[in-house]
């Protein structure tokens, strides 16, 4: 689920110079814009809107009003598609690490989309871009316990609304290059009947040493401001490989066996890294590389929107797919499934 204000990337690149009003970062803000590989985005607001977003409040009245909408969309059509409705739902896990709400988004649209009132909620902040793969193994958790039962993964991520107008930094800079706006929900069903798309097999977690200052926030006076290291691609070429290879050896698989590689569009450099650290040709990513350049990295909402055009495709019947992410902490997520 997307934002209907679509962007292509050049005109993105521009507001943004006009909103720094700073001519002086023009040349590397222009190409660091294009080393993101990022053709469009979808933005929650109208790009002369984020010239009106006085200060931190402003911009999470407009995350909270717009998650709401945007979530709202992306629960019920993810429910109605599984062949159920939203009462149906036993437990929603929700999460996001672009604005603050207290209910939590899952909270202030249940009534609206028709949730039950005794529906378990369980929302999750900030595990940002990791948290559409561990919401998924999340939810392989809940079923495992309570296998006659209905749960949702719901994902908002609206990036643009953490724009610091004062913030020069590289890491900002690319951040305002790479990040885009959108959602996305799953729908997970323990043993019922009827059920379609990939099976959850396992699910493995990996939180790296001395690696907090990799991927972030800092919260200020003026907002979110984001953390982002150089590092990144080194510490994925460093650890990913021998996690991927360990896990998939515990089930008696290899890469080779893998029919699909569900991965997290992090950016040109970590789509890279991660096919350095699995020997990948690129063409066994295509997918991320086309999410990355059709919208931008969602954060938690991408690796979901890469599973959606995987499940397009249909894999061979049968076979294993991996679905990896990473994020904050610096940690991975790795979810074993196999298709239908």
Not at 218 to 239: C, E, K, Q, S
Request: glycine share 10%; proline share 6%.
């Amino acid at each position: 689920m997307l934002p209907e204000h679509r962007y292509e990337q050049s005109e993105i690149t521009q507001a943004f110079l006009d909103v720094l009003g700073d001519r002086g970062v023009e040349p590397l803000v222009r190409r660091l814009h294009t080393s993101c590989k990022v053709q469009a985005r979808h933005l929650a607001l109208p790009l002369p809107d984020y010239r009106t977003l006085a200060d931190f409040g402003a911009a999470n009245d407009a995350f909270i009003e717009h998650a709401c909408a945007l979530g709202a969309r992306a629960l019920q059509d993810a429910v109605a598609e599984a062949g159920l409705t939203p009462a149906d739902v036993d437990a929603v896990y929700f999460t996001t690490v672009t604005g603050i709400a207290t209910p939590s988004i899952e909270a202030r649209i249940a009534q609206q989309v028709g949730l039950r009132p005794d529906v378990k909620r369980i929302p999750m902040f900030g595990l940002g871009c990791v948290a559409g793969a561990a919401g998924i193994a999340r939810l392989h958790d809940y079923l495992r316990g309570a296998p006659g039962e209905v749960a949702v993964l719901l994902s908002v991520e609206l990036c643009s609304l953490t724009l610091q107008r004062g913030d020069r930094s590289v890491p900002h800079l690319v951040a305002s290059g790479l990040f885009g706006d959108g959602a996305a929900a799953v729908v997970a069903c323990g043993d019922r009947r009827g059920a379609f798309g990939p099976s959850v097999v396992d699910s493995r977690s990996h939180l790296y040493p001395d690696s907090q200052r990799t991927m972030g926030w800092d919260v200020t006076g003026a907002g979110l401001n984001i953390v982002l290291d150089v590092n990144v691609p080194a510490v994925v070429r460093t650890y990913l490989g021998e996690d991927v290879r360990g896990f998939l050896a515990d089930h008696g698989l290899t890469t080779a066996d893998v029919s699909a590689w569900v991965c997290h569009p992090g950016g040109p450099k970590v789509i890279e890294a991660v096919q350095d650290a699995l020997g990948l040709p690129a063409n066994a990513v295509e997918l991320t590389w086309r999410s990355l350049a059709a919208v931008g990295n969602l954060s938690s909402a991408s690796v979901l929107h890469v599973l959606r055009d995987t499940i397009d495709k249909h894999p061979p019947s049968g076979t294993p797919g991996l679905v990896i992410a990473m994020g904050p902490g610096f940690c991975a997520e790795l979810v074993l499934i196999r298709w239908p």
